[in-house]
């Protein structure tokens, strides 16, 4: 039975272990305070989706400052990271990060 992990209160989470990707290195686009989410994915590290919704406060959505800031940390700590998984319903629509991904 997979680990399931409880919503975090900062962008970073793990490294989280992965069978595809080996250790993965998480980004939180999305509100951090709780899970938002239309789907009920099976291989979602945080579990059942209990309410389905795309609703978020965008105060609570991190800068972009705020994710390269915390990767740049996470990376510096934790070295040895074969992937940075960008998590969230938020990711493709999420613009700041289209700015600063490159």
Partial sequence: MA???????????????SRRLGRSLGINLSA??????????VYCHYGRTEIKS??????SVPSAA?????VEESLKACPNIDYVTFSGTLTSLHMLVYDDIE
């Fill in 66 to 70: 705020d994710v390269l800031k915390a």
């Fill in 54 to 59: 795309l609703q978020t406060d965008r105060s």
């Fill in 3 to 17: 680990r399931v992990l409880g919503l975090q209160k900062g962008v970073i989470y793990g490294p989280v272990d």
């Fill in 32 to 41: 951090i305070d709780y899970k938002v989410c239309s789907f009920n994915c």
